[in-house]
């Protein structure tokens, strides 16, 4: 019995810990990452930067992708572009020479490695790098995997980070340790969703959302290094000089003999010559960043940036078997970089650590061996939580406004999977509540405000979002026994003139003829369900005496309640006979 308890006391510390660190990086995300920070100061006034990108194959969308290099908001007389080719056979050098001829302002080379040369160990990403570390002019590298992409103003953020000490924004740290290195939450898109394979799909999902709100609050709890090598910015002198320690200095992490005897001969060989050192390492970039940690005394730093990585199976064999086999894989890598880290790792997933909470609860609280409500609870909160946060990454993602081509449908590609992700998680669905919306207040008669982009936003989120949410939807709900229901939220401001802006109004408008339409054609149970005012967090920010003004339009003096309209969703999902009701909760304005 004391054995039991004990261990449950246990579990629910270890639950405490894992959910805290998750809601750490989630509000992290929420506050930071929500829009693409812009540069400040003079940019001329940066320091100069070479980027290296090693080059192997062609991978979806690599011309864009390697593109961005050239498009950042960077001083020309400032920027150095290397692209580190293994073979001179290698299919992207036609890609590559385009782009150099394309920007002959930029002072940007194709380095290719001589036959029988640049074997410094099995990781052939930095066999591949080493020659762009000798050939570099600057001391400040941007080292950027050939398969990303990121916004225009990324390397501005990336140097002023360094430059001023920011992560996340902030200056300083609780650690006090100065920035040696930034890197970028790195993020991917099936480009053509399940045709991508299903693999790719689930890489996504892991990437949007377990995988980058532990990556951020690891980030900013600073306890140890967690580097993603997509992106990653530092001194090629610091990395030297950390190298240049590994022989004289303890650390857990290059102590063997046979590594400090090499890390002196390749010291041996100059500035320049120390990244060959991490070819031996598989994960040479956390290991990179493990030495900048221990010898630099320094620490890694976010900007409110990320970076995408395009997938597209090219053979349909990208399947679940072959994520999970990569997962594996990298895993085995890991355990011999942080093995403690990674022993805990599958504890950070929902299902296990819903499992392990669910167990301490039900046996502390109710004597129960598992609480099947309780862990309902924990993976419908995670859900919701995820949701959010993928919602933040698309906001980013086109918060560039210099996004390419096949980033501009990430909103509706996306819905499969948050529908799918909903069904797996919470095991069905049957009720799919649609509350997307998006507005700007300007009053009626400010006509020279709305522009292409109210309108277009309004548009986008108050009536396509619903749309491809419900085409998403409608794919499990046709699998059910029931079909099932689809609420969308819309507005009294649909219904009569009102609102806080004519796009809006006339968005909510054509949201609710939507609903008339899919519920006519099809089987599912279709409804809106169209508010007044309420005073939710937006509501509250209205003029006072704009609120005060709908009360008193109101025959019973009341404006729209939180509760009662949740009530009315509610009411709405169990009915089974009725569908394409548009019903009003608005006080009483539209009688």
């Keep these: ?189 099936a480009l053509d969703g399940a045709r991508s394979g299903r693999g790719s799909l689930l890489d996504e999902m892991f990437l949007f959302t377990s995988h980058s709100k532990f990556y951020v609050s690891l980030n900013n709890l600073a306890i140890a290094p967690c580097v993603n090598g997509k992106s990653n910015l530092y001194r090629r002198s610091e990395l030297d000089y950390a190298v240049s320690r590994i022989p004289y200095e303890e650390c857990a992490f290059f102590h063997e003999d046979s590594v400090r005897l090499d890390a002196m001969r390749i010291s041996g060989k100059g500035p320049g010559h120390l990244i060959e050192f991490f070819a031996k390492y598989i994960g040479e970039d ?43 894989r990298w895993l085995r890598v890991r355990k011999y970089m942080v093995k403690a880290a990674t022993l805990v790792e599958p504890s950070t997933e929902s299902i296990i650590c819903g499992i392990i909470g669910t167990l301490a609860v039900s046996k502390l609280l109710w004597g129960q061996t598992f609480n099947i409500i309780f862990f309902l609870f924990h993976m419908v909160c995670w859900f919701m939580c995820d949701t959010l946060q993928y919602g933040i990454w698309v906001d980013n993602i086109h918060g560039s406004r210099h996004e390419p081509h096949w980033l501009h449908n990430i909103a509706p590609l996306t819905r499969e999977w948050l529908v799918e992700d909903a069904h797996s998680q919470l095991g069905g669905l049957d009720i799919v509540i649609s509350n997307a919306g998006w507005t700007k207040y300007i009053t009626y008669d400010r006509l020279d405000e709305l522009d292409d982009e109210v309108w277009d936003k309004c548009f986008q989120a108050n009536i396509k979002t619903h749309f491809y949410l419900f085409r998403a939807a409608k794919k499990i709900f046709d699998a059910n026994l029931e079909s099932g229901t689809f609420i969308v939220t819309s507005s009294l401001a649909g219904r009569i003139v009102y609102g806080s802006s004519m796009p809006y109004a006339v968005s909510k408008a054509g949201l609710i003829h939507l609903v008339r339409f899919l519920a006519q054609a099809l089987s599912v149970r279709v409804h809106a369900v169209c508010p007044g005012i309420l005073l939710t967090e937006w509501g509250k920010l209205f003029p006072p005496e704009r609120n005060e003004r709908a009360i008193e339009r109101s025959p019973i003096k009341k404006l729209a309640d ?22 009003g909760i608005d006080g009483g304005l539209l009688a």
């Design 1 to 189: 019995m004391f054995a039991s308890v004990a261990l449950a006391y246990v579990f629910l510390i270890w639950y405490a810990v894992i959910i805290t660190v998750a809601l750490l990086g989630y509000l992290c995300i929420r506050k930071t990452f929500r829009t693409p920070p812009l540069p400040t100061g003079d940019l001329k006034d940066l320091e100069p930067v070479t980027i290296i990108r090693p080059i192997k194959g062609i991978d979806p969308e690599l011309n864009s992708c390697l593109e961005l290099s050239f498009l950042q908001n960077y001083p020309r007389d400032k920027l150095q572009i290397l692209f580190c080719v293994y073979e001179a056979s290698d299919p992207a050098i036609p890609i590559l020479q385009s782009l150099v001829q394309k920007y002959p302002e930029i002072d940007a080379h194709i380095l290719v490695s001589e036959p029988g040369t640049d074997y410094y160990g099995p990781n052939p990403k930095v066999n591949n790098l080493a020659k762009g570390f000798l050939r570099a002019s600057h001391d400040l590298l941007w080292i950027m995997d050939l398969n990303v992409w990121a916004s225009p103003n990324v390397l501005a953020n990336l140097v002023l980070a360094m430059a001023n000490n920011t992560n996340c924004g902030k200056v300083g740290s609780s650690t006090g340790r100065p920035v040696k290195l930034v890197h970028h939450v790195p993020l991917a898109l």
């Design 286 to 328: 956390n290991m990179i960043a493990i030495a900048l940690w221990e010898y630099c005394h320094g620490r890694t730093a976010l900007t409110g940036d990320l970076v995408v990585q395009p997938l597209m199976s090219r053979d349909q064999s990208n399947s679940i078997g072959e994520y999970i086999n990569r997962r594996v």
């Design 562 to 583: 939180v509760d009662e309209t949740a009530a009315e969703f509610v009411f709405l999902c169990k009915l089974s006979t009725s569908t394409g009701t548009t019903v």
